[in-house]
């Protein structure tokens, strides 16, 4: 089972940035990570996904052009870069792992949160 572990959260006005971290345990290769985010009384949203080798990446179309997903496969750790955030970015922002083979992202971090004040 991996563990995934976020950080890099916290409050920033309107038009400032973030860099979320998410660090995974042991070495798995060969997956597919991504951050997702849920607001409060929305569904879980998926924000980007980046795969092993980072030539397949993927953005909501809420956050293109304003934030970056990458990886560091010698640390087993992916990031979020988060710029020119909007208040309806807040949310809790969580880690997630799709193993090699896998259908679905089965293992996940316990959040960090996002707060963007306007």
């Known amino acids: 089972q991996v563990q995934l572990v976020e950080s890099g959260g916290g409050l920033v006005q309107a038009g400032g940035s973030l860099r979320l971290s998410c660090a995974a345990s042991?070495?798995?290769?060969?997956?597919?990570m991504g951050w997702f985010r849920q607001a409060p009384g929305k569904e879980r949203e998926k924000v980007a996904v980046i795969s092993w080798s980072g030539t397949s990446i993927y953005y909501a179309d809420s956050v293109k052009g304003r934030f970056t997903i990458s990886r560091d496969n010698a640390k087993n750790t992916a990031y979020l870069q988060m710029n020119s955030l909007k208040p309806e970015d807040t949310a809790v922002y969580y880690c997630?792992?799709?193993?090699?083979?896998?259908?679905?992202?089965?293992?996940w971090g316990r959040g960090t949160q996002v707060t963007v004040s306007s």
């Open positions: 042991g070495r798995i290769s060969g997956y597919t």
């Open positions: 997630a792992v799709r193993i090699m083979g896998a259908a679905d992202f089965g293992s």
